[in-house]
């Protein structure tokens, strides 16, 4: 069962992003407050829960969560100012967009940087252990795969619908074939290098 609340104080926000391992399409965070006395027993990192699952848990999040906030940084941005502080930047974005304004922020991860003077601590697997940045990692990880289904729309050829932008044998082979495209990070090595001369 994963705990409400680490700080002690009711307006406790819970941040998490997801999509920082992909090579193509945004980075997405959520920041989300959920009510004190909120419990829900199927809420986990989303990452161990199914599909169908999250959007249903999204549905519960969305309704009864005190406030939530979700933004995507896009590709130009990671490129720009590379994935962590991609990161942490869409993280501090939600967390800024929030009303009301949290007491304090639990993040998931190692690292984050001050915002507004609202005190934080940053948690280890948090998405594992607190509600609120499971609810977090929900929101970022539904949200990002609405937003790579759409684009998949656009440019099919990668199969984004089914492997979200993540590198997968079958999202690099596609690119060996057509190239990369506009929402594939340039800063990321989008194929693995040669390994082996052909020698004739």
Not at 55 to 83: G, M, P, T
Not at 110 to 133: A, T, V, W
Not at 165 to 182: L, M, N, Q, S, V
Request: charged content about 25%; proline content about 5%; overall charge neutral.
């Amino acid at each position: 069962m994963l705990l409400s609340n680490f700080s002690g104080k009711l307006l406790e926000a819970g941040t998490d992003e997801a999509g920082r391992g992909c090579i193509a399409g945004p980075v997405t965070a959520a920041a989300v407050i959920l009510p004190f006395d909120f419990q829900q027993e199927q809420l986990n990192d989303s990452k161990k829960i199914t599909e169908k699952l999250r959007y249903s848990l999204r549905e519960i999040i969305e309704r009864e969560a005190l406030c939530f906030s979700v933004n995507h940084l896009n590709e130009a941005v990671i490129d720009e100012i590379n994935i962590l502080n991609a990161s942490i930047k869409a993280m501090q974005l939600s967390v800024t967009q929030l009303q009301p304004i949290p007491e304090f922020i639990i993040i998931d991860g190692n690292r984050f940087y001050p915002i507004n003077e609202i005190p934080f601590q940053c948690i280890i697997k948090g998405d594992m252990k607190y509600l609120s940045i499971a609810a977090a990692s929900v929101l970022a990880k539904t949200y990002r795969d609405d937003y790579m289904n759409q684009i998949h729309e656009e440019f099919p050829m990668y199969n984004w619908k089914k492997n979200k932008g993540y590198p997968t044998k079958e999202h690099r082979d596609a690119i060996r074939a057509f190239g990369p495209c506009k929402y594939h990070r340039t800063s990321f090595r989008l194929l693995p290098e040669q390994l082996r001369l052909d020698i004739k």
